[in-house]
């Protein structure tokens, strides 16, 4: 079977200056979940990028070879090119997977590819989450039973400001009082798209078993399995004869 | 304006004989929560009906004569009989608004309607609830802030076993750890429906004045505003001269 | 791989008696539809069940053993026992994938999965129907292009009273004037519906290549995959230190 | 009752300069849809604005004022400024309600709230198009019975690239042979969009006097009927005090 290509996009911002930060992630986060998501499986075969780079890693030939992009990002959100937000939005409508983590609810290209704004309420105050696994039959939450716990995660409540989901996979429960739509899944195109909430950059949500489970299962659901088809208005019109 | 005709409708039986039932609703739920959404508003004209009544007192002419009717039930559901059921949802495909309270969840009009078995996992320990508003522009939430508290309900949690709802409108947050979509709306045919989780007998709910205020948006909300129409298949085919 | 276990449930009753629809399935529509699904491949293993066989041939053993259940029906829907129907509802709850065929919309097992009475308005007069592809990434629709054609098919129109349901996959076009949605998917617990409306029986659309291409992607995307869970009501009532 | 006050945008370029539009529209597209919206009824303020005004005739302060705006477009997509696209989406966002008409689907604002290319296709030859009403109990078909006829139009046809819609409204069928879902609701934050597919600047539509009805039901379902709200994160973190 063929590796699923897998870009793991992190601004690499805090985890590049932040003491607090480089103590959970000290080889920056995009290594850390590329190491979470290969250990002990051969199904993907992942490429890191980060805002610093030249077009922030994501140019249209790495574009054209990826099936499924990775996006965290959280200070940086406005210092990403819209042109490369443009080229992003394109593969995606295209069939590029898109798995949106934590804060990239406020990104560019999530925030454009929904047409909403993202907002939601927010608290770092070490809550433990539990989250409810409200859709079991998902691909998205093979092997993960009715619920999985992280001890301490930012709070993140309601209300999320994003379009109808095609589906709701996980609810989350926080310890201070808040619920969350923690993971959300939509289409966009022929792309698919995961949201999922956890991931704060001074918790280690990316060493956790069950996170990382869900990840990689969103990895294999969002691959579009197919050449991606960058649709647009025919060039010539349809006639009647092509209905014979 | 016209009075919307609403129908609560009680099993009544837990609320006859069960003394810690008795206390807090000592004339009854279906008196509760009529007195509950009729005092100081002109809007509804309220009748009650009960399992004990003949046809559980929804006769053929009651439900003509009904634009919403609200379904509490617990221990009772098998003892409903199938004709009754069977002219409640015939009258729901044809328009009729249908509000499915707590543990209605298991009565035969809504996992009939729905057509899934409408499990979820249950609790009784006094948790308080958190009810978060996920749905702040719906119809159903005017006048309902970000959120509204119960100090003491029955605990349900997921999964809950229906099927993907129109809208999510809340989502509860319960002390012990579990969430639950606590707020869902369905439509079958003409009909709107609304599964609202919170009224445990043995909690103050129907005396809440938020749980009201709900109560009577889902009544303004489920109203048909129409006649009922009665679908079925037209007696005489369709022929092409139909069309011109 | 294993095989997928299915059903094809006949109600046979005009092809055993009506010489219009003898003469285009003179062994049965059962027949026809298993070896048009079979022919040339290795992925299914059929059995044929119709409604004059003891319960149908829809025992509780036989639907142990069965991954997916397609259904035909026209004539004979007030024949079928509720108690049969109950069953079929049960299992494909618990996972087992339905297929109901062209005038199984208003059979029992699928306008009580759905809870809707199923209504279309209808015209027998020969037109031609071409089904527009309106989900072209969708697992049903692989390896049909754009649109299919069918010579001649019963006339399907709006409006079709049916929930809102989870993807449109077809819509119909006929050369009278009408149009339908004419592929439709709906999941009911963890079971998998599919609606997919050609079928006449005086018309051989289970001879046309394209329609079993449908059918046969429609199996293999209802196939659970895993084992039914028949979901009830926990035995035993949650504990807080169940969410330790 | 307050009016509703509607902005009527069109781009105003062929039917400045093409003279079949011309004889069509002598006085503009905006003009004949202002006329038609407010003609006999006491319901609407209409404003005209159109592309070749200062900031397309959409300052802040117009859309300060505006409940619901109506975008025509065709040639002009690539002319609007991102700036102005910017701001009406924020504004839909906020609850103003959207109606995207005709070729308005390749739009700068339809796209970007949609997220999808828009991509359909398409033949000029003057067919029939009948349009099924899918939705008859929603509030924009009131008073629309099972369809209604326009005697030419341009033939939209599928695959439309869209996501999933609230709710599927219309689906048009064409004398040619191809099928469009004509009519959708989608939501936005608190705003709502309907898509209308008829509207071809060398047909007549605007006089329609049905399509006249839809227009005028969609204004008043897409009235936010309340102040807009522009969300955004909140200023300060939220503490857990704040769930007390």
Known sequence: MEKIRVVVWNEHIQDKNQADVLEVYPDGMNAALKKGITEGNDL??????TQDM???GLTEEVLNNTDVLIWWAHCGHEGVSDEVVARVIRH???????IALHSAHYSKPFTRLLGTTGRLIWRESGDTEVLWNV?????????????????????????FDVPKPDDNIFI????????????LTFTRGLGKIFYF????????????????????????????G????????????????DNK
């Open 226 to 241: 197919r050449e991606k088809v960058f649709l647009g208005a025919p060039w010539v019109p349809k006639t009647i004869e």
């Open 92 to 98: 995606v409508q295209a069939g590029m997977g898109f």
């Open 172 to 183: 989350g429960w926080f310890s201070g009082g808040e619920v969350f739509r923690s993971g």
């Open 44 to 49: 993907f075969e992942v490429t890191e990028a």
């Open 197 to 224: 909430q956890p991931g704060h950059e001074t918790n280690p949500t990316f060493y956790n078993k069950d996170y990382l489970t869900v990840v990689k299962n969103a990895i294999q659901w969002a691959n579009p």
């Open 135 to 159: 859709n079991p039959f998902h691909p998205i939450t093979k092997g993960i039973g009715e619920k999985f716990i992280l001890p301490a995660e930012e709070t993140y409540g309601e209300f």
């Open 54 to 56: 030249p077009e922030h």
